[in-house]
C-alpha cells in the first residue's frame, strides 16, 4: 500500500467528475459516472435508495501529482427501472463519497425515457396571398422528450433566415414570410426532430397571385372618315401587371370608343392678278397671284397654274426706270445712315442708365421691383392701426418711413376675408438702389410675397441654376417674392408649409429674390436605412448662397407621435453635391450651430440661418413609436352603375399631402364621404388591414373575394409613396337603392383597431369642397419690434426683461438658445409670429407687454402725429 501525504486525514472528497442527466434512447440502458478524490468509497444513491454494491464498476487510480487517490464508479439504468417509477416522479441518481474526514453528495443526474409523438399539435394551413403581403404559417410540433427543435423546409430545401432575410421564424416556431414574392409559391414543411426521430408535418402550399393592372391608354386612332362624323378608338391592356396564379382579371373596358368629325378637304383657289410692277432694269415688269381663294385644306388640292408672269415693256419705260432706280439708291443709303445713328444713341443712353440705376448687391434682379414685406392687417384708415383692445394703443404705430430720401411706391394685394384689396405703400429703400418703375407704369403684383406677374417664367431660371436642376417646374407648390432688410413671409397655401424672414436677416442695402416650395415625393428620394421613416414633406427654401445675418424660421407639419422617448428624430440637409447629410439631432442641440428646431404635437420650427433643402426623418427606438396616418375616404359624386366604388386614402397626417390628394379627387370627380379620420401606425412589422362590415344584405353586397385588404407595413413606414389607397367594390340589388349604411374597420394585424360607422345618400350629389385657405400674415410693424427689443434685451434685475417675456408667451423651454442671440428679444417674437401665423394678433401681444409693467412700456405711447 502507497504512503498517504500526511495531509490526507484532514481532507474531505471532492468531486472530479459528477453525473450527467441522460436520456434513454429506445431500449439502450445509459450509464452514470462519478470520480472523487480522495476517497476511500463511493456508491450511488437512486430515488433516495442505495444502489446495491454489486452493481458498481469500480476503478481506483493515485494522483501522480499529489498522490492522493482517486476513485471512479460506474452504474448501469436500464429502461425497465426508470419506468417503474414512470408518472410518478423523475427517476434520479446522486453519488455520495467518503473519506476519513466525512461525506460529500455529488448534484443529481436525472434520468428520462426520450420520445417524440407521431402527429404534431398544429399544422401549417395553405394560402392565397397577394403580391408583397406577410404571411404567416403557424406550426407546433409534437410532444416529445427532449422538446423538438424545428425547421422549415420550402419544396424540400432547408429555409436559412440568416441568409434568406425575407423569411423569419418567430420564438414560438411559425415562419413569417415579410413579403410575398412570386418565387415565394412553393409547399412549405415544418420538420420536427430530437435525439430520437424526426418528424414532417404535411406540406402546405403557399400560393402568391397577382391581381391584373391595366396599362395606360394608346393614343386615340385616327377617325374612321376622311370627312364628316366617324368614330375613332383607343385601347389598352391587362398586363400592368399581367394577372398570374388566379389573381382577379382587371374590371372595366379594354377599348373605348369616341365620336369625331373630319374636316372635309379644301381645294385651293386663285386670288386675282396683282398690278404690273415697274418697268425693272431688264425691260420686263411682272404681276402675281396667290393661291388664297380659298387655301387648301384637310388634304385638299393646290391651285394648278403659274403663280407669276412677266411682260416685255416698251424703251421709254426702260429709261424712266432706270432713272427711278437711281433715285431709290440714294434714298436707301440715307436712311442706313440715320438707322445707324439712332442705334448709336440708344446704346450710349442704355449703359449710362444701368451704369446708374443697378447696384451689384442686387441678388438676381431680373424681375425684382423693389424691397417686399408683406403685410395681412389691413389699416381701418390711412395711418392708424386698429386693433380691438383695451390696450390697443400700445401697439398702434406704423414705421417712420418718411424721412428717407429713397423710397418706392408700388400696387400691393394682401387677402383679408377672402377678398383682395389693392392699396398703396410705401416701403423704405434705405442704403439701397432705387429701381425704375415698369415701362407703360405697370408692375409686378406681390401677393404674400408670391410675385404672380410669370410664376412659370421664375420657375425655369430656378431649374437651370447649376444646384437646383431637380427643383421641378411646379408652380402650384412653390411661392416667391423679393424682400430686403424689412424681411417678410412666404406660404405655400393649404400645405402649412411657411418660411418667416425676420427683419435685419436681409443686409441692408440688399434685395434677394427668394423661393419655397415642398418638393413632390416622386421627384425626390430621400435615403433611408434601417427603421428611418420620413415624417415631413421634404422642403426647399432658397437661394443657399445668400448671406443672412438672423436665422430664418421654417414651418412644416410632421407625423410622429410627438413622443421623444419613442424617436431618435434628424434634421436633414442636402448639400450642394446632392449628398443628403445630418445637421441637427433632435434634444442634441448645440447653441453654437446654425440650426436649431422646436418641434411641436403637429409642426415642426426649424431656425437656421442658411437656405437649402430640408426633411425631417425619424428612426424608431421600440416598438411603441408611431407616425399619424391621415385615412380619407371619397366616393364616385355621381352612380348610374350597380356597381359602388369607394376609395380609402392611407397618407401622413400633413396638409401637404391631403392637398395633392383633395385636388386629384376633384379631378376625377369624387366628393368627400366622411370626416378625415387619424390613426397611430405602430413600428411593429404589423400590415394595416381595412374591411367593410353589416351592409344591409338585403340591398348591397361586396364584390371582393377576400374578407379584407391590406396595405404592407414597408409601403406605409418607409414613405416612398405620397398616399396610398384601397378600392372597395360594392354592388347594390336595385338601381333604386341610394341609401348605404356601413362600418369601415380599420386595424393593423395584432394591434388594436378602429371602427368607422357610414351612413350617406349615394345619389345625392356634393361637390367636393375647396379645402379652405387661412387667413394673412400679420406682421409686427418694423418699429414697435425695435421698440420692444431695445426695451427687453438690457437685463433687469427684477426679471421684467426678455425672460418674463418668454415665460408669458410659454416659450421658456428654449431659453439658453435666446440667450445665445445678440438680441434675445428679436428671435422671440420671430417664434412667436411663426406659431401664431394663422391666429395670433397684435392684441395678444399688446396685452402682455401690459402684464410686465416696466415702466419703459410708455415709449409705445406714440401719436399718430408721430408716426
Avoid at 401677393?447 to 447649376?466: C, I, V, Y
Avoid at 417674392?481 to 442695402?509: C, H, K, M, V, W
Avoid at 360607422?757 to 375647396?770: E, Q, W
Avoid at 418674463?804 to 416659450?811: E, S, T
Wanted: hydrophobic letters at 35%; aromatic letters at 8%.
Amino acid at each position: 500500500t502507497a504512503t498517504l501525504p500526511a495531509s490526507f486525514n484532514d481532507l474531505l472528497p471532492h468531486f472530479l467528475v459528477e453525473p450527467d442527466d441522460e436520456y434513454i434512447v429506445k431500449n439502450k440502458p445509459v450509464t452514470l459516472t462519478c470520480r472523487s478524490t480522495p476517497a476511500t468509497q463511493i456508491y450511488f444513491k437512486c430515488n433516495g435508495e442505495w444502489v446495491h454494491q454489486d452493481d458498481h464498476l469500480i476503478d481506483r487510480t493515485v494522483d501522480p501529482a499529489t498522490g492522493l487517490p482517486i476513485m471512479q464508479v460506474k452504474i448501469d439504468i436500464s429502461r425497465q427501472q426508470v419506468e417503474k417509477i414512470f408518472g410518478l416522479d423523475d427517476y434520479w441518481c446522486q453519488c455520495v463519497a467518503w473519506s476519513t474526514t466525512g461525506t460529500q453528495k455529488s448534484q443529481k443526474a436525472y434520468v428520462r425515457i426520450a420520445y417524440l409523438r407521431k402527429n404534431f399539435e398544429e399544422e401549417p394551413i395553405g394560402k392565397e396571398v397577394s403580391l408583397n403581403q406577410e404571411v404567416l404559417l403557424r406550426c407546433h410540433p409534437p410532444e416529445g422528450v427532449p422538446a423538438a427543435e424545428v425547421e422549415w423546409q420550402r419544396n424540400e430545401h432547408v429555409i436559412d433566415p440568416v441568409s434568406e432575410p425575407n423569411f423569419l421564424v418567430t420564438a414560438d416556431r411559425n415562419l413569417i414570410i415579410k413579403q410575398a414574392r412570386l418565387a415565394d409559391t412553393a409547399n412549405y414543411t415544418c420538420v420536427a426532430k430530437n435525439i430520437v426521430a424526426r418528424r414532417r408535418s404535411s406540406p402546405a402550399t403557399v400560393l402568391v397571385y397577382v391581381n391584373g393592372g391595366w396599362s395606360t391608354w394608346t393614343t386615340w386612332s385616327a377617325c374612321s372618315s376622311v370627312c364628316g362624323r366617324g368614330w375613332q378608338r383607343r385601347s389598352r391592356s391587362c398586363t400592368n401587371p399581367t394577372p398570374l396564379n388566379g389573381g382577379m382579371a382587371c374590371d372595366g373596358q379594354n377599348v373605348q370608343k369616341s365620336a369625331c368629325t373630319a374636316t372635309c378637304p379644301v381645294d385651293g383657289g386663285w386670288s386675282d392678278w396683282s398690278n404690273w410692277s415697274e418697268c425693272g432694269v431688264d425691260c420686263s415688269m411682272w404681276r402675281s397671284r396667290e393661291c388664297t381663294q380659298p387655301s387648301p385644306g384637310t388634304g385638299g388640292k393646290d391651285c394648278q397654274g403659274i403663280d407669276l408672269q412677266s411682260l416685255n415693256c416698251t424703251s421709254q419705260q426702260c429709261l424712266q426706270s432706270d432713272h427711278l432706280l437711281d433715285v431709290a439708291l440714294y434714298v436707301g443709303i440715307v436712311a442706313v445712315a440715320l438707322c445707324l445713328t439712332l442705334i448709336l444713341i440708344v446704346v450710349v443712353l442704355v449703359y449710362r442708365r444701368k451704369k446708374e440705376g443697378l447696384d451689384a448687391d442686387v441678388a438676381d434682379s431680373s424681375i425684382l421691383t423693389t424691397g417686399f414685406q408683406p403685410m395681412g392687417i389691413k389699416p381701418s384708415k390711412p395711418g392708424v392701426w386698429a386693433p380691438r383692445h383695451r390696450n390697443s394703443h400700445l401697439l398702434t404705430i406704423q414705421p417712420d418711413l418718411t424721412t428717407t430720401t429713397t423710397s418706392y411706391q408700388g400696387t400691393l394685394h394682401s387677402r383679408h376675408d377672402g377678398t383682395t384689396h389693392t392699396g398703396t405703400a410705401k416701403f423704405s429703400m434705405t442704403n439701397g438702389p432705387l429701381l425704375d418703375p415698369l415701362p407703360n407704369g405697370s408692375h409686378h403684383t406681390l401677393h404674400n410675397g408670391k410675385m404672380t406677374s410669370d410664376p412659370a417664367e421664375f420657375m425655369t431660371r430656378l431649374s437651370n441654376q447649376t444646384y437646383f436642376k431637380t427643383l421641378p417646374r411646379d408652380v402650384a407648390n412653390t411661392s416667391y417674392g423679393t424682400f430686403n432688410f424689412l424681411g417678410g413671409r412666404l406660404t405655400i397655401p393649404n400645405t402649412g408649409i411657411s418660411l418667416l424672414i425676420p427683419p435685419e436677416a436681409i443686409p441692408r442695402g440688399k434685395i434677394y429674390e427668394i423661393y419655397l416650395t415642398a418638393q413632390r415625393k416622386e421627384d425626390l428620394r430621400l435615403p433611408l436605412a434601417g427603421c428611418q421613416t420620413l415624417l415631413s414633406p421634404i422642403v426647399s427654401c432658397g437661394p443657399p448662397g445668400v448671406v443672412l445675418t438672423r436665422p430664418t424660421i421654417l414651418s412644416m407639419d410632421h407625423c410622429s407621435d410627438a413622443c421623444p422617448e419613442n424617436w431618435a428624430i434628424r434634421l436633414k440637409k442636402q448639400n450642394y453635391e446632392g449628398v443628403w447629410e445630418d445637421v441637427l439631432m433632435m434634444g442634441e442641440e448645440l447653441i453654437s450651430e446654425p440650426y436649431y428646431c422646436q418641434l411641436e404635437a403637429e409642426t415642426c420650427r426649424v431656425f437656421s440661418e442658411q437656405l437649402g433643402r430640408f426633411s425631417l426623418v425619424g428612426e424608431s427606438l421600440n416598438m411603441s413609436a408611431a407616425k399619424r396616418l391621415r385615412l380619407v375616404l371619397f366616393s364616385d359624386a355621381y352612380c348610374s352603375t350597380l356597381e359602388y366604388n369607394i376609395r380609402v386614402y392611407c397618407m401622413d397626417d400633413t396638409q401637404d399631402v391631403f392637398k395633392e390628394v383633395m385636388q386629384m379627387e376633384r379631378q376625377l370627380g369624387g366628393r368627400l364621404i366622411d370626416e378625415p379620420h387619424v390613426l397611430l401606425f405602430k413600428d411593429s412589422y404589423h400590415n394595416l388591414r381595412l374591411s367593410i362590415h353589416d351592409m344591409p344584405q338585403a340591398h348591397w353586397r361586396s364584390k371582393l373575394l377576400a374578407g379584407y385588404q391590406e396595405i404592407p407595413f414597408y409601403h406605409i413606414w418607409n414613405g416612398s409613396q405620397r398616399f396610398l389607397h384601397c378600392t372597395f367594390t360594392l354592388e347594390r340589388l336595385n338601381l333604386s337603392t341610394c341609401e348605404l349604411t356601413c362600418q369601415l374597420c380599420v386595424w393593423q394585424v395584432e394591434g388594436e383597431g378602429q371602427s368607422f360607422s357610414l351612413d350617406f345618400n349615394i345619389g345625392a350629389f356634393s361637390a367636393l369642397p375647396c379645402t379652405p385657405s387661412g387667413p394673412s400674415a400679420f406682421q409686427i410693424p418694423y418699429l414697435i419690434r425695435q421698440k420692444i427689443c431695445s426695451s427687453l434685451d438690457t437685463p433687469c434685475p427684477n426679471g421684467a426683461d426678455w425672460r418674463l417675456l418668454a415665460q408669458r408667451l410659454k416659450l421658456d423651454r428654449h431659453m439658453s438658445f435666446f440667450a445665445s442671440k445678440a438680441s434675445p428679444t428679436s428671435v422671440i417674437l420671430d417664434l412667436w409670429e411663426a406659431q401664431h401665423f394663422h391666429s395670433g394678433n397684435l392684441n395678444q401681444l399688446a396685452t402682455v407687454m401690459a402684464d410686465i409693467g416696466k415702466q419703459e412700456a410708455m415709449i409705445f405711447l406714440v401719436s399718430d402725429g408721430e408716426c
